[in-house]
């Protein structure tokens, strides 16, 4: 039996014993003492009303307030009375009755209040006029009609009969026919007139009014609420007594229970002590095998099941890899064996049975199961009781741990061992033979360090020659832009000047992906025309690609232009196209498009999203081999290749490349169905993309340009590109001479050049000794890479703009006539 339905069993009955404790503890004596008072106080304020009212009739209570009292009083009572009735939920219906009586009685008071007034008002004034000089004294002629009246209303308050009544008002109208021949005493004649006929009206309906609130029968009403809440009374007192009789009943079942669950808990702690012992040599088997070495892990994965085995009190215990071959471990007792094919079908029947997960799968007695496959392969076994604990390793089940018994497994054995504590022993067993694999990682992941170092190592060989080669790239550029203003366009010489003009910016270029090879660097940022992208690539390709491989490359307008550095974006096409080639493994096409298009949304593409703009969209489709969802998740990390000849890192270098032009990747394929690759590039307008000639470059006016370069050869080639352009260039090598020129006259420079071959921080100290002597003087700064530089050190030397090294007239030229338009 179970300690939790004991348990809530004693807490109902705890709940139980509070309610009926409760509901026998008072029989609500003090609420209903209460409620009498109540109805005394009722029946006092209604007597109290009824003399009030008969005292003001009199006219022996000059004021109300002792009536208001008395109707609060009765309010009071019956609010009261109400509030007990519904409480208990007790029948109103008498109570409403009481309260519409109680209700009618304050009306008929307010009436009574009303014409009382009145009444008392118009008696004081009858009284004052028919003892008045006009009507009072002797000789007057109404003094015997006047005394008629007065005696008349004497008898009327009397006597409020018909016959009195009809008196009054006989002695009314005679002393109306006689008031008109008065002359002077006309007017008083008529006022007393007037109340003498309002006495007239008055006295009998007060009468009326004072009789039906002597005569209201409130008493029965009032009896019957009495009755009704008596009753009640006697209900709860019997309800009370049948209370305290279950009371101690219940008392008597709950000292049972406890006596039940105290049985219970101890069993409890048994199963607890065994569950302890059980959890330490889980502990025990996670240390033998956290601390054995991976060549004895075989060895001690079997004492490890034997000790797991025998704490549970099984006969076989094993674990069953899923790997192919099927890697599997057993153990069993003295006397136990196992039979052909067991345990190599174990992870066939736990897939069977869902074990596809962290769930653990117990068979408490495979002759409950029904008939099939599953019971007859663990019969034939000799399997009675099956535990299978599925062993997780990142999330997927590589292998199953499970326990055989030759007996049916004992009720209550899951409490004993829940699931999380073989899970803990799983997890132990999981942990050990992850241990193998991280070893076979760990030596995978050291051959891939190895050749990341070799790598490196040929990285910076590249990034070494590419900066010598750098300097030679720079004087044929320089000099070949010098000379060419010199020479007659469109003569021969002069198309000789700009193919060497050109051969040294493809050479410039060639430098630059030496240099993003090896190391980072800033790019040359420029609009380029797709079309013309498209074309010198063509000719790359189709001297690269086997003949079998057909190149479709699609027109494209010739507004299509996209931002970005040149010869990196060729890269782009180069490797796209390189990579469909080496897809396809022989023949097939590769259609190469490009088009315009507006994402007017964020779009979510196959490895990153777009945000709203105009983009141009380079397509490379191929007709190759094609790949599945894995292949796409790992496309574009860096040594990651399906080919045993491959380095990984094409693709992963036009990712980087994209990223670097803010642009995207989208990714389409399907196994035996070709694939598509998508470059998403932020769109530009339309411009020219050729070198412009010096004649075409902003020239300058003679403004003075201090020019710091610490090798002649290349200070003398800037101060020449300078004076071609119209500047007047003054150069020192030495810094000390250049501060010297500086502190001397700081007026005498229009703007400082300061140009440093790589080391950037080196750049940066010139430029800032320079702008704390001459703060006013912009500041360019000519160097190799920015990338070891941030935004705030820049502003913090003064430095205005940034070009890179070598310096070419045309970059040079669009700065500085930047800068004029900033000083003009």
Avoid at 480 to 488: A, R
Avoid at 588 to 608: K, Y
Avoid at 807 to 824: F, G, M, P, Q
């Amino acid at each position: 039996m179970r300690i939790w339905p004991v348990a809530l069993g004693i807490l109902l009955l705890l709940a139980l014993l509070t309610w009926l404790l409760l509901g026998g503890g008072g029989t609500k004596a003090p609420a209903y003492e209460m409620t009498l008072k109540a109805f005394d106080d009722f029946a006092l304020a209604e007597a109290s009303l009824q003399r009030d009212v008969v005292q003001a009739r009199a006219g022996l209570l000059r004021n109300y307030d002792t009536l208001v009292k008395s109707v609060e009083a009765i309010q009071d009572a019956l609010a009261r009375l109400r509030s007990y009735a519904q409480t208990e939920r007790l029948n109103t219906g008498p109570l409403d009755r009481l309260a519409a009586m109680a209700a009618q009685q304050e009306e008929l008071t307010e009436r009574f209040k009303s014409s009382n007034a009145l009444l008392q008002n118009s008696l004081s004034y009858v009284g004052l006029l028919s003892t008045g000089p006009m009507f009072g004294a002797e000789d007057s002629r109404l003094a015997p009609a006047t005394g008629a009246i007065a005696a008349a209303l004497l008898n009327l308050r009397r006597d409020t009969s018909a016959d009195a009544v009809n008196a009054l008002k006989e002695r009314i109208d005679r002393f109306a026919a006689q008031a008109p021949s008065l002359g002077p005493d006309a007017e008083a004649a008529r006022a007393l007139l007037a109340h003498a006929r309002l006495l007239h009206d008055l006295l009998p309906a007060i009468d009326a009014t004072l009789k039906t609130i002597l005569d209201l029968p409130s008493q029965p009403a009032l009896q019957d609420t009495r009755a009704l809440f008596a009753r009640h009374q006697a209900i709860v007192e019997a309800k009370v007594q049948r209370s305290r009789l279950w009371l101690y009943l219940v008392s008597v079942l709950l000292l049972a229970l406890l006596a039940n669950l105290g049985l219970l808990l101890r069993g409890r702690a048994l199963a607890l002590a065994r569950r302890a012992v059980f959890e330490h040599v889980i502990a025990q088997s996670s240390t033998r095998l956290i601390n054995c070495p991976p060549a004895k892990a075989g060895a001690r994965l079997h004492q490890v099941l034997g000790e797991l085995g025998r704490a549970i009190a099984f006969e076989r215990a094993y674990v069953v890899l899923d790997q192919v071959p099927a890697r599997v471990h057993t153990w069993c007792a003295d006397g136990a064996s196992y039979s052909a094919g067991w345990p190599d079908q174990v992870l066939a029947l736990s897939a069977q049975l869902g074990a596809t997960g962290p769930d653990i799968i117990t068979v408490p007695d495979v002759e409950a199961l029904p008939s099939g496959n599953l019971k007859n392969a663990l019969s034939a076994a000799g399997v009675r009781g099956w535990v299978c604990v599925p062993l997780i390793q990142q999330d997927c089940v590589r292998g199953i741990m499970g326990f055989d018994t030759f007996d049916a497994v004992r009720p209550g054995w899951d409490r004993v061992f829940p699931p999380p504590v073989l899970r803990l022993a799983g997890d132990a067993v999981s942990n050990s033979i992850e241990r193998e694999f991280l070893e076979r990682d760990r030596a995978r992941l050291t051959t891939r360090l190895e050749r990341a170092r070799r790598m490196q190592m040929i990285g910076s060989l590249a990034s070494g020659i590419a900066h010598n080669f750098n300097n030679i790239i720079a004087a044929i550029l320089g000099f070949s832009e010098m000379v060419e203003p010199l020479l007659t366009p469109g003569t021969k010489l002069a198309l000789h000047v700009d193919e060497i003009r050109r051969a040294a910016e493809r050479g410039r270029d060639l430098v630059d992906n030496i240099l993003t090879f090896g190391r980072r660097r800033d790019a040359r940022i420029r609009p380029v025309q797709v079309r013309t992208l498209f074309e010198e690539s063509a000719s790359m390709l189709h001297a690269s690609l086997p003949a079998e491989i057909k190149l479709i490359i699609e027109d494209v307008a010739a507004d299509v232009t996209v931002s970005g550095e040149p010869a990196q974006l060729q890269q782009i096409i180069l490797n796209l196209c390189t990579n469909a080639a080496q897809a396809m493994q022989g023949s097939g096409c590769i259609r190469v498009t490009a088009e315009q298009r507006d994402v007017p949304a964020f779009l979510s593409l196959s490895h990153d999203e777009l945000t709203p703009g105009r983009y141009v969209c380079l397509a490379v489709k191929d007709t190759g081999r094609g790949f599945d969802e894995s292949v796409a998740q790992r496309l574009f990390e860096p040594f990651f290749t399906t080919r045993l000849a491959g380095t990984g890192l094409g693709l992963a270098t036009v990712r980087e490349i994209v990223r670097d032009h803010e642009g995207a990747m989208n990714v389409q394929s399907q196994p035996e169905h070709g694939s598509r690759f998508e470059v998403w590039l932020p769109a530009t307008r339309a411009g020219g993309t050729g070198v412009a000639g010096a004649a075409m470059l902003p020239l300058g006016h003679g403004e003075t340009v201090l020019v710091v370069e610490s090798e002649q050869e290349r200070l003398l080639r800037d101060e020449e590109m300078l004076a071609a352009l119209g500047y007047e260039p003054v150069g020192f090598q030495r810094l000390a001479d250049a501060l010297a020129a500086c502190s001397s006259t700081p007026g005498r420079f229009d703007i400082i050049l300061v140009s440093h071959p790589s080391h950037t921080q080196g750049g940066l100290y010139l430029a800032r000794t320079l702008h704390e002597i001459a703060p006013r003087q912009p500041l360019i700064l000519a160097t190799g890479s920015t990338i070891d530089i941030s935004v705030d050190a820049l502003a913090e030397a003064g430095i205005s703009e940034v070009l890179p090294r070598p310096l070419s007239s045309t970059e040079l030229a669009a700065a500085l006539a930047r800068w004029r338009k900033n000083a003009d």
